[in-house]
């Protein structure tokens, strides 16, 4: 009988994406985990906006949201391909196309960050998130409530809330022992 292949788990994985909605800090620990582990740190938003020479907030206002969708799902798609180990920030929409959840789920590991309204709320005042519009307070728990069951398919979920950047990149590091 054929010796039975080692399963493919996801933890083990080279590349780590970090999903979740806006504001949850997915750049922040991302980036730190990298720098703690000596890894590549890519931010997706970042990816498009030096591939395309053009800040996210006015490829939303140029193109459109659709537009920009496939300007991110194919920087993740080549960061996928490559199959080395990095840390990946996604945008808090990139995942919301099945068939590119359905690729991260199979060629990374996918983490979760998540905090309460009241928490990404206080993060994201201030900064420039085309979808929250002038009104965040307003638009956030509708689009949060939208986005729950395609979140909820991530491998892991850590909870950000009340955690220092310390302790949640410790908390990752266990997490993902592919990135050791
Ligand atoms: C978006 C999140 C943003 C950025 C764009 C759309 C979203 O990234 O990609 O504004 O649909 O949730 P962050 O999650 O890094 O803010």
Avoid at 10 to 17: K, N, V
Avoid at 62 to 88: D, H, K, N
Avoid at 144 to 159: E, G, M, P
Wanted: aromatic residues 4%; charged residues 20%.
């Amino acid at each position: 009988m054929a010796a039975s292949l080692p399963k493919d788990e996801p933890r083990e994985r080279p590349i780590l994406c970090l999903s979740g909605f806006m504001g949850v800090g997915k750049t922040t620990l991302g980036r730190a985990l990298a720098l703690h582990l000596g890894l590549p740190f890519f931010d997706l938003d970042e990816c498009v906006e030096v591939a395309t020479g053009l800040p996210v907030a006015e490829l939303f206002a140029t193109e459109g949201e659709a537009a920009f969708r496939q300007r991110e799902a194919v920087q993740l798609r080549e960061l996928l391909s490559t199959g080395r180990r990095c840390v990946v920030a996604l945008g808090g929409g990139t995942l919301l196309d099945g068939v590119l959840q359905a690729e991260a789920l199979r060629a990374s590991f996918v983490m979760l960050l998540a905090a309460s309204p009241e928490a990404i709320l206080e993060r994201v005042r201030g900064t420039n998130r085309p979808l929250l519009g002038a009104s965040p307070e307003l638009t956030l728990p509708e689009l949060l409530r939208r986005r729950a069951s395609v979140y909820r398919q991530a491998h892991a979920t850590l909870a950000t809330d009340g955690l220092s950047v310390e302790a949640a990149v410790s908390a990752l590091r266990s997490a993902w022992p592919g990135g050791i």
